[in-house]
């Protein structure tokens, strides 16, 4: 198997894929069982839908060559921590197949302001915006995760893990109580790559409870609830907020005395020169009506939303540059009497891949306390992900692991990506394509799957399928070098010239110094019967010759 670096799988119905165990036997899912002619195509972002039957590398696509000729030279991408909810994007410390390369930063908020002006949505402010809809859920839907919210925080570990971003609060709590030398402190660097100091046990717990008031909140990952997965569906579809840039849809539980205060959902310490994959937009949904406090506050907007159960608040988190807008400083206010629930989601500048992370009560720098819990289901899987990681560089041993981690939870998007990933790498290609099946039809849209998978398509020959591919690849990130220079060698197999000319130009555009790029370039072009720019790619090859490609 050669991976040329990134690719997709077809698109096809829940039906239409092979039940999870079959992902686990040894001959692989039963992904080319499925006949090309019952392929749907896969929807690319320029609302034309590709029919994979229609490309081969025998025959050119009628119309226009794809015009990538417009793409400006920039510089290489910058790197981003992959297990990281910041930038969940960069190759692991293992070898893989996975690339340290992210898509480019993406502001989508106008095209969310222009759909929310079409709805006539109520702009409580304007700069920073902060929308309110009414009547988004129903009762029912409200009533439905709350629901959904109390069976996964009853399946909580207890006691959980008590985590402070401050060591001296933690240290002062523990003198406090006495507790100091019944308690062991321990470090864990989060989802965030903050280092966290902890401690555990029931008496810890027991304490620090009565000290410590906190709220509750789940984690529900994409694939896991239909009802969460079509709200992002809406989101999207109706005001614009595409959910490959989301973050794990998030429940929150208020009880009297319980809040989180005054914070950012941006990342102010970085304001100055802005963070890598900040959160450009928050969604809240209220759950429960509340009779008397439970308001999100805007100090610095001097405004206070009441929770009205079905109404949904949006705002946008960074600035025109881009940065953390300081006047979103926000809380969530504790309710005088009931309870408030809440939805929350949050979308960031780039494409991410949500992490996944252990339970825990976390005590942020707010002096905020909040419980984050998973499903049994889902941790189970995360911890089966993290003895998969310390069997590596063994890869035999660590795809064992992520194969029981997928069985433990179908829907788990870093276990099925690394499955996916190892079984490339030990040359099982109709396994690999199983799993980045399963993956890409709850992340359409990560890049490294696409490639690999693509890949993969190309040494069976499924010209067509990658194309498709690698089409979406460089929707996404329409600079990926690799992406280009694969299309291009599969365009100029399907005799398809000028195809293959115009993701040349675009790639050594994008790095002048390929030579392979340039030497490939002059080939097509002197097909193409242009002599001069043979020519001079030719003489640009000759100088760039200390890059090649395997």
């Not at 410590?212 to 969460?228: A, C, M, Q």
């Amino acid at each position: 198997v050669v991976i040329y670096r990134r690719a997709m799988a077809p698109v096809i119905t829940e039906d239409e894929l092979p039940p999870i165990e079959d992902y686990l036997k040894d001959e692989g899912p039963s992904y080319d069982k499925i006949p090309d002619s019952e392929s749907k195509g896969v929807q690319d972002d320029d609302d034309s839908e590709y029919d994979f039957d229609d490309y081969s590398d025998e025959k050119s696509k009628a119309g226009d060559p794809d015009d990538f000729s417009d793409m400006e030279p920039t510089d290489p991408m910058e790197e981003d921590g992959f297990m990281d909810e910041q930038s969940d994007n960069q190759m692991p410390d293992f070898n893989s197949f996975m690339r340290p390369h992210v898509g480019p930063k993406v502001d989508y908020w106008a095209n969310v302001e222009k759909l929310l002006q079409e709805e006539k949505a109520e702009f409580l402010h304007r700069d920073p915006d902060v929308i309110h809809l009414e009547n988004f859920l129903t009762t029912a839907e409200c009533m439905q995760l709350v629901q959904l919210h109390e069976k996964v925080f009853s399946e909580r570990e207890d006691p959980p893990n008590w985590c402070f971003a401050d060591e001296g609060w933690l240290k002062g709590m523990l003198a406090e109580e006495q507790l100091t030398n019944k308690a062991n402190i321990f470090t864990i660097t989060d989802s965030m790559r903050f280092e966290r100091s902890c401690v555990k046990g029931a008496d810890v717990h027991n304490r620090l409870t009565q000290k410590l008031p906190y709220s509750g909140s789940t984690w529900v990952p994409r694939g896991e609830n239909k009802l969460v997965d079509q709200i992002e569906w809406r989101l999207e579809e109706d005001y614009g907020l595409p959910r490959d840039y989301a973050y794990h849809s998030q429940f929150i539980k208020y009880r009297n005395g319980q809040q989180y205060k005054h914070h950012f959902d941006c990342s102010a310490e970085a304001q100055s020169q802005g963070a890598e994959n900040d959160r450009l937009a928050t969604v809240i949904i209220y759950l429960s009506d509340v009779k008397e406090g439970g308001e999100t506050d805007f100090p610095e907007l001097k405004l206070k939303v009441k929770p009205k159960r079905g109404s949904a608040l949006i705002f946008k988190n960074l600035d025109k540059k881009g940065r953390c807008d300081l006047r979103t400083l926000h809380s969530g206010e504790s309710p005088k009497s009931g309870v408030k629930y809440i939805y929350q989601h949050w979308y960031h500048q780039r494409i991410i891949l949500p992490s996944y992370t252990q339970d825990y009560v976390l005590c942020d720098n707010t002096f905020s306390c909040r419980e984050y819990v998973h499903s049994n289901a889902t941790r189970t899987a995360t911890k089966l992900m993290k003895s998969g990681e310390a069997a590596r560089p063994n890869i035999k041993k660590a795809v064992e692991f992520y194969k029981q981690a997928v069985l433990a939870q179908p829907n788990h998007g870093i276990a099925l990506l690394f499955a996916g990933d190892s079984m490339a790498q030990l040359q099982k290609s109709v396994e690999a394509l199983g799993f980045f099946e399963r993956h890409l039809k709850l992340h359409p849209k990560s890049i490294d799957a696409n490639f690999i998978a693509a890949s993969l398509l190309q040494d069976k020959g499924d010209v067509g399928k990658a194309i498709t591919l690698l089409k979406r690849v460089l929707s996404v990130s329409p600079k990926d070098t690799d992406a280009l220079y694969n299309i291009a060698t599969l365009y100029a197999q399907g005799k398809r010239a000028k195809e293959a000319a115009s993701a040349l130009k675009s790639l050594v555009q994008v790095n002048p110094k390929d030579g392979d790029a340039h030497a490939f370039l002059a080939e097509v072009l002197q097909g193409l019967g242009d002599k001069e720019g043979a020519k001079k790619h030719m003489k640009e090859a000759k100088k760039n010759r200390s890059r090649s490609r395997s």
